[in-house]
Structures are given as C-alpha cells and as structure tokens.
C-alpha cells in the first residue's frame, strides 16, 4: 500500500550506523592509565584478577574499562590509586614510571 505521493504508509526503519569522531586526547589518557596499571600490579605482584575484588568496583566495568570498552570514573580511579598506594594523578600523568612506588 502507498500513501500520499507513492510513499510506503510503513517503512522498515534501516540500520544506520554514525560514527562518533575519536577522542584521541582521552583516548591516549586511557591507555597510559591501563599501561599503568599493568606497570603498577606487576612490579607489587598483584594479579590484574585481584584488583576490582581489592578495590571494591565492579569486575565487569573494570575489565571494560582496561578493554577501553567504557570510561574510568573519577572515583573509580581513585579506587584503583588506592590499591597500589599512589596518588591518583600518578595513574595518569605521562611519564608516571617510577613514581609512588619500587622503581
């Protein structure tokens, strides 16, 4: 059936998929924070499994999190800074090797 002007009366809406530009600056942030991380558990020997269970946050957004699949909160950093005893900004500020910690 057609409506007005030949147009369908119902049309199956399409999959259209946009795409969102990258947040390179963020995007970078994240991974250095997750290179971090990484650094931090292992030079104290703590397993990257242990750390949401140490921390208190949630196994499933931490891992997204270290995927980059999904966002750190401030909190949850914080979380995490807690955990391998070290300032927060530690975790993201370039450059962090060495700090707040065995070098």
Partial sequence: MSGQYGIPDFAPAANIYVSTPRRS????????MVNRI???ARKRGIAIT??????GVGRSHFFEVMAGRASP???W?????VVFEV?????LAPGAQGAGGAP
């Fill in 38 to 40: 990484r650094e931090l």
């Fill in 73 to 75: 909160t401030l909190e």
């Fill in 77 to 81: 950093v914080t979380k995490i800074a």
């Fill in 25 to 32: 600056g963020v995007d970078e942030l994240q991974q250095r």
């Fill in 87 to 91: 300032d927060p900004g530690e975790l």
């Fill in 50 to 55: 242990h750390i949401p269970d140490r921390c």
